[in-house]
C-alpha cells in the first residue's frame, strides 16, 4: 500500500473569469499572464510545492485545454511525481449522471475519490486566481495547534473594499464568531482569501450533506462555511500579513503587475520563495541603437527598438524605431510598430499594432485602461481611445467605417 499523505492540496481553477473580458475569450482566467513570464496560476501551485505538498489535484472547467496543457505532468513546479504531483480534474461523466461543476464545493465533492487515493488528514482548498505567497504549511501548523475542523487565511482590506468579500468576525484566540459572504454592510475587515484548511473528516461530511441539499448553492462561502458556524464547528482566522491581491478586473490586474515595478516594488519575486512556470526557451532580450527602457519588466525574446516606460512586457514582443510603450501590460508576441504609441494599456497575445497608431491615452489624461484583444491586426495611423475594451467586432466596425469613408 502506497503511503499516505498528510496533506492534499485542492486547487479551483475553472473559473471563467467574466470581468477578465477578452482575455478569457480563450482560456481559462487562472492561465492568463502575469508579470512577463507568469501565468496566475503559477503562484498557488508554487506555493504547494514551496510548503511541501505535493499532492494537488487542479480541478479545471472553463476553456480548460491552455491549462491542461501549460501544467502537463507538473514538471516545472516539481510536481511531477510517481505518488502524488499534480493532476488536472476536469468534469466527468460518472456511471449515473454527468455534470458541470455547480460550485466551489461540489467541484471538490466530485473529486473525493482523488482525496481517498492519498488517506490525508488535511486538505487544504485554495483558489487558482489569486497573486500572492503563502507557506500553507504555518497555515496547516495552526490548524493543527487550535484542533480546528476548518481554518480560513484572512487579510485585511480596506472597509470600502469589503463587500467584494467572504468577511468574518474572530474573537481574541482567533475563533472565527461571524461569517458573511459579499455582505453589504460589512462588520469587519478580516476577508476570506479563498484558502481553507479542513480536517478531512469534517469536510466529507458537510460535502456530503451540502450534494444532499438541493436548495443549496454547493459553494463554500454561501453553503459550507455558514452550516460549519451555525452546528459550532471550530472555525479559525488565519492573518496574513504579506502581499495578496486578487486579479478578477482588468484594473486589479494592471494594479499587481505594477506591484512589480520601483526600486522597492510591492511585489518582489526575488527571493528565496520561488515561483516557477513554464516557459518555452526564447533568446535573451535585445535593446538595439535608440531603444530604451525606465522602470520596466522585458522578458526573454523581446526586442526593443523604441521607448518603454513603466511597462511589463512578456516574451517575443516587439517595440519598433520611434514607439513609445507607456503604463501598460503587454502579452506574449505583441509587435509595436514603428511610431507607434500604447499608454495605459493591457494587450493580449499575438496582436499587431500598425506604424504610427495610438492605444490609449496616458494615465494623467485618461479615464480609465485600455483593453486591447489577442489576434488582432491594427490598422497603421489607427487611434483606439481610452477606457475601452478592443477585440475583434471593434476592429470590424472600425474597418467598415474607414471604407464608407
Not at 482548498?125 to 495552526?142: A, E, Q
Not at 516557477?276 to 535593446?287: G, L, T, V, W
Not at 497575445?349 to 480609465?368: Q, R
Not at 489576434?375 to 475583434?392: E, H, M, S, V
Request: aromatic share 10%.
Amino acid at each position: 500500500m502506497a503511503k499516505k499523505k498528510e496533506t492534499v492540496a485542492m486547487l479551483l481553477a475553472g473559473g471563467q473569469g467574466s470581468r477578465l473580458y477578452l482575455l478569457t475569450e480563450r482560456i481559462a482566467k487562472p492561465a492568463v499572464n502575469f508579470g512577463g513570464k507568469y501565468r496566475i496560476i503559477d503562484f498557488p501551485l508554487s506555493n504547494c510545492v514551496n510548503s511541501g505538498i505535493d499532492a494537488v489535484g487542479v480541478l479545471t472547467q472553463y476553456q480548460p485545454l491552455k491549462l491542461n496543457e501549460y501544467i502537463g505532468n507538473g514538471q516545472p513546479w516539481d510536481l511531477d511525481r510517481t505518488y502524488g504531483g499534480a493532476m488536472t480534474l476536469p468534469p466527468y461523466q460518472a456511471m449515473n449522471r454527468s455534470e458541470w461543476y455547480k460550485g466551489t464545493a461540489n467541484a471538490i465533492y466530485q473529486n473525493l475519490h482523488f482525496i481517498d487515493k492519498f488517506d490525508p488528514d488535511y486538505v487544504v482548498v485554495l483558489s487558482g486566481d489569486h497573486i500572492y505567497r503563502m507557506d500553507y504549511s504555518k497555515m496547516v501548523d495552526f490548524h493543527k495547534a487550535n484542533k480546528a475542523d476548518c481554518t480560513i487565511a484572512v487579510f485585511d482590506v480596506p472597509l470600502e473594499e469589503a463587500s467584494r468579500f467572504g468577511i468574518m468576525s474572530s474573537d481574541a484566540e482567533g475563533r472565527i464568531t461571524e461569517f458573511a459572504e459579499k455582505p453589504k454592510e460589512p462588520k469587519s475587515t478580516q476577508a476570506s482569501m479563498g484558502v481553507y484548511v479542513f480536517s478531512k473528516d469534517k469536510l466529507y461530511s458537510y460535502l456530503i450533506e451540502d450534494e444532499a441539499n438541493p436548495e443549496s448553492s454547493n459553494d463554500f462561502g454561501k453553503n459550507i462555511i455558514p452550516a460549519m458556524l451555525n452546528n459550532g464547528e471550530r472555525l479559525f482566522a488565519y492573518r496574513f500579513e504579506g502581499y495578496w491581491k486578487d486579479v478578477g478586473t482588468i484594473q486589479s490586474l494592471w494594479e499587481a503587475n505594477m506591484d512589480l515595478l520601483g526600486e522597492n516594488p510591492a511585489l518582489s519575486l526575488q527571493s528565496a520563495w520561488r515561483i516557477y512556470s513554464r516557459n518555452e526557451a526564447r533568446p535573451p532580450q535585445f535593446i538595439g541603437a535608440g531603444g530604451s527602457v525606465k522602470n520596466s519588466v522585458i522578458t526573454e525574446g523581446c526586442e526593443i527598438y523604441g521607448t518603454v516606460i513603466n511597462s511589463v512586457l512578456s516574451p517575443g514582443v516587439v517595440v519598433g524605431r520611434n514607439a513609445v510603450v507607456r503604463d501598460s501590460v503587454i502579452f506574449d508576441d505583441v509587435t509595436i510598430g514603428e511610431g507607434a504609441e500604447v499608454n495605459y494599456t493591457v494587450m493580449d497575445s499575438n496582436t499587431v499594432i500598425g506604424e504610427n497608431a495610438t492605444v490609449g491615452k496616458p494615465i494623467g489624461e485618461s479615464a480609465g485602461i485600455t483593453l486591447v484583444g489577442g489576434w488582432l491586426n491594427i490598422p497603421a495611423g489607427a487611434n483606439i481611445p481610452d477606457n475601452i475594451r478592443f477585440g475583434k467586432n471593434e476592429l470590424e466596425a472600425m474597418m467598415q467605417k474607414e471604407e464608407t469613408v
